[in-house]
C-alpha cells in the first residue's frame, strides 16, 4: 500500500514557474514508476509525465516538452514537477500516481494516486 500526497500548487501568472511534490509513504516507493496527470474542469484526465524506478528514463506529453521536468529523490520518497513557463491551457488539478508494474501513459494503468492540487495560471 502506497499513500501519496501531493503539494506544491497555487496561482502563478502565465511564465511563472511551480514545483510540485508528491511525498509517499511507506518503504518500497523505489519500487514503483511514478507519474503525474491533470485534469482541468469538463476534461478527462490526461497524462503529463513518467518517470521510471531508478530516475533514468522519463516521458512527457507533447504540450508539455522543455517546460516541466519531472524527477524523484528515492531516498525522500518524493516525486517532482518542476513546471516553467505556464501557460493558463496548464490549469488543472495535478495528481501522481505510482504503478507498480506499469510504465505507462494510460492512468487505468496505475494503482494508487494523490488527492490533487489545484493549480492556476493566470493571464
Known amino acids: 500500500q502506497v499513500q501519496l500526497v501531493e503539494s506544491g500548487g497555487g496561482l502563478v501568472q502565465a511564465g511563472g514557474s511551480l514545483r510540485l511534490s508528491c511525498a509517499a509513504s511507506g518503504r518500497t516507493f523505489s519500487s514503483y514508476n511514478m507519474g503525474w496527470f491533470r485534469q482541468a474542469p469538463g476534461k478527462e484526465r490526461e497524462f503529463v509525465a513518467r518517470v521510471n524506478r531508478d530516475g533514468g528514463n522519463a516521458d512527457y506529453t507533447s504540450s508539455v516538452k522543455g517546460r516541466f521536468t519531472i524527477s524523484r529523490d528515492n531516498a525522500k520518497n518524493t516525486v517532482y514537477l518542476q513546471m516553467n513557463s505556464l501557460k493558463p491551457e496548464d490549469t488543472a488539478v495535478y495528481y501522481c500516481?505510482?504503478?507498480?508494474?506499469?510504465?505507462?501513459?494510460?492512468?487505468?494503468?496505475?494503482?494508487?494516486w494523490g488527492q490533487g492540487t489545484q493549480v492556476t495560471v493566470s493571464s
Open positions: 500516481a505510482a504503478a507498480l508494474f506499469g510504465y505507462s501513459v494510460y492512468a487505468a494503468s496505475y494503482d494508487y
